[in-house]
């Protein structure tokens, strides 16, 4: 009986040993064929992408003549390629501008081949090789307001100044570039103390036009995406200092009119958060003459006066928007301040800046440097 017992045991053993061999077994060919299946995919997939990079024929001598409207996405531009068989993948396109924080792609009418890459195609339309030259070139300096900009784009465009600037701040007309660039023109721009809503949201640079009289909407389609191209390199910065767009281009924008050539943006940037964290106001003058709408080279005490929300003597925080249009230096600026304790600074006759700590210092520069001048 204990025999037959031990029997039963040893068999019950040798049963559990070989469904063992067996799941081990099971469990083995399963993994090679999940490693297997991994490195084919992932091999392919890089083999695919590898490819779509490359010239359609790099032999091909074939020229096309292909058209970049104004206000192309990326999107857009890589589907009129694939379209014109310049490029094997539209998706491959976008991702790889993505991927290169690419941008900046000049409309026009190009000459190009299936014999390129994609990263000599991205080369040709960033700096803008085009058959036709320029109908219409147009500069937007640093630094400008919106009814300059609308004077800049009026003379280019044979329109009239009222007539852009009316177009410019015109809410329907807003709504629909809000549609357009949903992650840009938040309803921060519609706040009803927002003087212009797109103060501040064109972004000063060159622009070529390829059209006689380009519309005040194609325009403005390629100064936004400007903007949001040179915003996207720094997402990640604007985020983690929880500004948001319409935030970050104000604080641009108060660094923009207060700097000049021989001072460092970021020792301004820090007065003005320096003052927001301790709960002054930012008292920066532009602002007051933004308020007033004129140009003046002095502000005078009566000046800070003016009832409006644009008037940092009045009202601590940023003002309600932009009070003009910011460069990449005032952007980063805004993004990244110097770590000082200064809460004042004043300009010179000379255009220096002097940076101080407390009021008693800074009356005392104001007396040496301005008071004593009159």
Not at 26 to 47: A, E, K, P
Request: glycine content about 6%; overall charge positive; charged content about 25%.
């Amino acid at each position: 009986m204990a025999t037959d017992k031990k029997d039963i045991i040893r068999q019950k053993m040798l049963e559990s040993q070989k469904e063992a061999r067996v799941v081990r077994k099971i469990v083995l060919i399963v993994s090679i064929i999940l490693v297997l299946s991994i490195f084919i995919i992932g091999g392919g997939g890089y083999l695919y992408i590898k490819s779509a990079l490359e010239p359609i024929d790099q032999n091909s001598k074939v020229q096309k003549k292909v058209d970049i409207p104004i206000g192309s996405s990326v999107t857009g531009i890589g589907e009129t390629l694939e379209h014109n068989g310049i490029i094997k993948n539209a998706k491959v396109f976008k991702y790889y501008v993505k991927l290169k924080n690419e941008g900046g792609f000049m409309a026009g009418e190009y000459e190009l081949s299936p014999s390129m890459d994609i990263p000599e195609i991205v080369s040709r339309l960033k700096t803008g090789k085009v058959l036709a030259k320029a109908a219409v070139i147009m500069t937007i300096p640093e630094g400008k307001q919106l009814k300059e900009i609308a004077a800049i784009m009026a003379k280019a465009t044979k329109l009239k100044e009222a007539d852009v600037l009316n177009q410019l701040n015109d809410e329907s007309f807003v709504k629909g570039l809000m549609a357009k660039y949903p992650n840009l023109l938040t309803n921060e721009v519609l706040n009803s103390q927002v003087r212009h809503p797109l103060e501040g949201y064109l972004y000063p640079a060159t622009y070529s036009f390829y059209k006689k009289n380009p519309t005040v909407e194609e325009i403005v389609t390629v100064m936004l995406e400007k903007t949001q191209d040179i915003l996207a390199n720094y997402q990640e910065e604007r985020e983690a200092k929880k500004l948001s767009i319409h935030q970050l281009l104000t604080m641009a924008s108060l660094i923009e009119e207060e700097a000049t050539e021989k001072v460092d943006r970021r020792t301004i940037s820090s007065v003005f958060y320096n003052r927001i964290k301790k709960g002054m106001p930012l008292q920066t003058d532009p602002t007051v003459l933004y308020a007033q709408g004129k140009h003046k080279q002095k502000v005078y005490y009566k000046d800070l006066e003016v009832n409006s929300p644009y008037n940092t003597y009045k009202h601590k925080g940023l003002p309600p928007g932009p009070i003009a249009n910011a460069g990449k230096i005032s952007i980063e600026a805004a993004l990244d301040p110097e770590k000082t304790d200064y809460y004042y600074f004043l300009a010179t006759a000379d255009g220096k800046i002097i940076f101080t700590k407390t009021l008693d210092e800074h009356n005392k520069e104001k007396a040496k440097h301005i008071s004593n001048k009159k």
